[in-house]
């Protein structure tokens, strides 16, 4: 009886429930969090990707270049910090398996004039995700932006404006960043709106 109302709070797909998933991400910023000041530092977040390769059996030695793209997987709120709530927000996305992110949309069949677009949506999007985060970022909009009018035959050079504008229309949780799955969100919406049939 137990263990079925302990699985009922454990989302299909995850291995804990989120409470569970935030007293993991307590303890081990805390086996970090060296000097107390409640923030990881490069110097903290170093050992903690050695200590995870060594997990795996392997050796690793960080470089700068290394720490500094793990500093910005590991800051879910894009606040230049490492805290509590960004090693929560881990914990919980692969612990429990919610994300945070904009609300799934249930699969559909698409047209294939639609999962052609999306196929070069996804392209794109992978494209511009230079730090491979699964995130684009805003400095990665513009690249991406003129990437897709080029793919339709248009010359166009976004403005901060611009960039601002697309981030607020598809950042749909406000996180700052953008998921595959929010840009195929807007994809979508722009062929509805477009009067795209769908399916």
């Known amino acids: 009886m137990?263990?079925?109302?302990?699985?009922?709070?454990?989302?299909?797909?995850?291995?804990?429930?989120?409470?569970?998933?935030?007293?993991?991400?307590?303890?081990?910023?805390?086996?970090?969090?060296?000097?107390?000041?409640?923030?990881?530092?490069?110097?903290?977040v170093a050992p903690m990707m050695v200590d995870a390769y060594k997990g795996m059996s392997k050796g690793f030695n960080p470089s700068k270049s290394d720490i500094d793209t793990y500093?910005?997987?590991?800051?879910?709120?894009?606040?230049?910090?490492?805290?509590?709530?960004?090693?929560?927000?881990?914990?919980?996305?692969?612990?429990?398996?919610?994300?945070?992110?904009?609300?799934?949309?249930?699969?559909?069949?698409?047209?294939?004039?639609?999962?052609?677009?999306?196929?070069?949506?996804?392209?794109?999007?992978?494209?511009?995700?230079?730090d491979n985060s699964g995130f684009i970022t805003e400095n990665e909009v513009p690249q991406l932006l003129i990437e897709t009018y080029k793919s339709m035959g248009i010359q166009y050079n976004p403005t901060q404006e611009d960039v601002k504008s697309w981030m607020r229309m598809t950042d749909l949780n406000d996180d700052g960043q953008v998921s595959l799955e929010e840009y195929e969100d807007l994809v979508i919406r722009s062929l509805q709106h477009a009067g795209i049939q769908l399916e």
């Open 2 to 44: 137990a263990s079925s109302v302990l699985r009922s709070q454990i989302p299909l797909g995850g291995i804990c429930d989120v409470e569970s998933a935030k007293h993991v991400a307590r303890r081990l910023f805390e086996s970090y969090d060296r000097d107390r000041n409640g923030i990881l530092d490069q110097g903290e």
């Open 71 to 130: 500093l910005r997987i590991l800051d879910r709120n894009g606040d230049g910090k490492i805290t509590i709530q960004d090693i929560e927000a881990l914990a919980i996305k692969y612990l429990v398996g919610i994300t945070g992110e904009s609300p799934k949309r249930p699969k559909r069949q698409y047209s294939k004039f639609v999962e052609d677009r999306l196929d070069v949506a996804r392209r794109l999007f992978r494209k511009f995700d230079q």
